[in-house]
């Protein structure tokens, strides 16, 4: 028998790269448990190559840490085709931990293979050595070494089937379990090498032909820490990757949460917006169909909320509709919908359980918006009118339901605002005779039906000092149209400008008349509307307008109404410094509905406030617009503005008014607006 001796530094090195190639075995099984698609087969190849490598690679240094007493050399083709064999039971085991499940079947079946394999690889790379006569193993150790290749195998293929998943310390377990299969791998080797007997006087067949086996095991330890390297490196930057994109896609998924709340909410309110409520309604649509019942849609609409907005800005309007958007929504049911549709409009989307029952809904909603709210330190009052559509009944469509519910709530506007409004069928009418309307308003200048009423407006003492103008369209159809009528619809459109210029140039014409006849000291009032007062032309219009008719400027009062006068405060002082600057006269209409404030009121460049008729309609019933009536008198007096009142209609108002001092007096007690060829007449002055 021939004595073989281990070269200690070779035998720990097999030992290391058994355990390298076990932990890089580990690593890719996890790393293929993560990837789908056609990169599994690509980890699978490269994942088998590398630790083919590595498990044969052990093998071979820990035959080169062997040596006879007679040199020995290994046959290339032999030893080539047991790393092939290597490499083919390294893959086959990686791609049987890769799958999802692990049966104990699979897992005997693959310990046997992988164990088969290697055995295969490991006598192979013993017979490379062509000894002559052959190798003389003992049955036992041959055996044992079978039986440990066997169960190592198992082991291992469970080891990396339990770890293949990303857990807390899954890197220090599958460290750990490569110490445990790399000691059963080489164990495995040495207990095949020492089964092996070389009978005295052997030689070595492949020895002539061998390489230098220093050299030999020095260029495989270096081939196989860089392929092992290599593959570990890939595996670790790759996971990185995963882990990145991982990261990215969870942090997109949340973007487009967010997205999706944002497109589908307000902003402002939070509530849903109208691409929301049009979903919600479709989908409400369905249920009645399917099992039954009843659901209202209700447009609502605020009143009043312009006037708070120019009063106290954005900032004081934005917060009021957050607050009105509480109120809504506490009011409501989880499952109705309250939606913000546009500026100051909501929609209520409530099931019902009779179609009646609508009516406690709207009434509870009206009530609810008409108590004051309390905004940035100030108590704001505002109503809602809405309009309601009833499904089934009103509408087949999402939006055919909206549109008439939308038409309800102008019918309720109309109705006096603060209120709701049913839909019916007739509304519909209304929506096309207001286009019809609104054809008609662009042709009215051109075909010059638009015509002033003149109302007389007298001193304290009872003499005429002058007319308010008041805008008529004699529509061909409709007959003569009150300003209430069309006005609104004439600043939608921009067609107020035109038309505003119009009543100024007429007006000054008239009053031209009235001053060659002797009515010197008269004055022509205009009303401007909002639109008007914000048009950068309008003091060039007013300055042509009394040149063309060689008109002094006193004669001429411009009315703003205060809601006018003190939106955007000071670009309103400008305009109405210029004005003023001109010597015309400057009058603040319908005070007291809006919010002045007082400090803004005492820079205006005004001559006269206008107290707003309704207080003075009232009057004698209301103490509390008694009140209002003579702290505005006050006021007058206090900023030397002249005070005048309209809407006098009782001789009890009219002594009332001037007991309270007023300065000037405007109603149809005194007299009625009227064509300017009646005008004199009915003041029934001398000419
Ligand atoms: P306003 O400026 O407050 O005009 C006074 C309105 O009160 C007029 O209504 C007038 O007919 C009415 N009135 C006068 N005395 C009495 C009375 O004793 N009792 C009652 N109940 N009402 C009285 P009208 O002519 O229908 O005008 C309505 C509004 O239309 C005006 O309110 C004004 O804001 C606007 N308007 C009229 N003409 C023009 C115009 O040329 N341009 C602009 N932008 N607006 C105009
Ligand atoms: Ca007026
Ligand atoms: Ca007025």
Not at 224 to 233: C, E, F, H, K
Not at 361 to 382: M, T
């Amino acid at each position: 028998m021939l004595a073989g001796s281990y070269d200690p530094a070779l035998v720990l090195i097999s030992l290391c790269v058994a355990m390298l190639a076990s932990y890089t075995a580990l690593d890719l099984a996890g790393r293929i448990a993560t990837t789908r698609g056609w990169p599994v087969l690509l980890w699978i190849g490269g994942g088998g190559v590398a630790m083919g490598i590595g498990v044969w690679s052990m093998h071979f240094i820990g035959m080169l840490a062997f040596s006879l007493p007679i040199p020995l050399g290994y046959d290339l083709t032999l030893t080539l085709l047991s790393l092939a064999i290597a490499v083919l039971s390294s893959g086959f085991a990686l791609a049987l931990v890769s799958q999802d499940r692990l049966p104990l079947w699979h897992l005997l079946c693959g310990a046997l293979a992988m164990g088969a394999g290697i055995s295969c690889m490991h006598y192979l790379g013993m017979y490379a050595m062509l000894m002559q006569p052959g190798i003389d193993y003992d049955p036992t150790l041959f055996g044992l070494s079978l039986v440990i290749a066997v169960a190592a195998s198992g082991a291992a293929l469970w080891i990396a089937f339990q770890l293949r998943h990303n857990t807390p310390y899954v890197r220090l377990a599958r460290a750990g379990a490569a110490l445990v299969m790399g000691v059963a791998i080489v164990g495995m080797h040495y207990t095949g090498m020492a089964a092996a007997r070389f009978p005295e006087g052997s030689f070595c067949g492949a020895s002539p032909s061998g390489l230098d086996s220093d050299w030999l095991a020095l260029l495989i330890i270096i081939v196989t820490l860089a392929v092992i390297g290599i593959a570990l490196l890939t595996s670790v930057l790759d996971a990185r990757l995963e882990s990145r994109t991982a990261q990215l896609t969870s942090s997109l998924a949340q973007a487009n949460q967010e997205l999706t709340q944002l497109a589908l909410h307000d902003n402002l309110t939070r509530l849903p917006n109208r691409v929301l409520l049009e979903d919600r309604i479709e989908q409400m649509i369905g249920k009645v169909q399917r099992s039954g019942g009843h659901f209202a849609l209700m447009f609502l609409d605020l009143d009043g909320f312009k006037p708070v907005n120019d009063a106290f800005g954005h900032h004081v309007g934005d917060l009021l509709l957050k607050a009105v958007a509480q109120r809504l929504r506490d009011s409501l049911r989880s499952e109705d919908t309250v939606a913000r549709i546009g500026g100051d409009e909501f929609v209520v989307l409530a099931e019902l359980a009779e179609a009646e029952d609508a009516v406690t809904v709207a009434s509870q909603q009206v009530n609810l918006l008409a108590q004051p709210f309390q905004v940035a330190g100030q108590e704001l009052r505002i109503a809602a009118s809405i309009g309601i559509t009833l499904y089934p009944g009103d509408g087949s469509t999402q939006q055919e339901l909206l549109r008439n519910a939308d038409a309800a709530m102008y019918h309720a506007k109309g109705n006096g605002k603060n209120g709701y409004s049913f839909f019916e069928q007739s509304m519909n009418t209304n929506a096309r005779n207001h286009l019809q309307l609104l054809h008609d308003l662009r042709a009215a200048l051109d075909r010059r039906e638009f015509t002033l009423h003149y109302q007389p407006k007298f001193a304290a003492s009872g003499e005429p000092i002058g007319a308010e103008a008041l805008l008529r369209w004699q529509h061909p159809q409709r007959g003569l149209m009150m300003p209430d009528t069309f006005i609104a619809l004439a600043e939608r459109t921009g067609l107020i400008i035109p038309i505003g210029d119009w009543v100024l140039d007429e007006a000054c014409r008239q009053m031209r008349e009235w001053y060659l006849q002797g009515h010197e000291s008269w004055r022509v009032a205009v009303n401007l509307s909002a639109l008007q007062f914000c048009h950068a032309a309008l003091v060039q219009s007013v300055a042509d307008a009394l040149q063309r008719h060689q008109l002094p400027a006193r004669c001429l009062t411009l009315e703003i109404t205060e809601t006018t006068a003190m939106r955007d405060a000071d670009s309103s002082l400008e305009i109405l410094g210029k004005l003023s600057d001109m010597g015309v006269d400057l009058s603040i209409d319908d005070f007291g509905t809006g919010y002045s404030s007082l400090l803004y009121l005492k820079r205006l460049p005004a001559n006269e406030l206008k107290i707003d008729r309704g207080f003075v309609r009232d009057l004698e019933q209301d103490s509390d617009d008694a009140a209002i009536v003579s702290a505005i008198v006050a006021l007058g007096q206090a900023l030397d503005l002249r005070i005048v009142a309209e809407g006098v209609e009782t001789s009890g108002q009219q002594n009332f008014l001037t007991r309270l001092g007023c300065d000037s007096l405007q109603g149809f007690l005194l007299g009625k607006p009227v064509p300017a060829e009646q005008f004199l007449e009915r003041l029934s002055v001398p000419v």
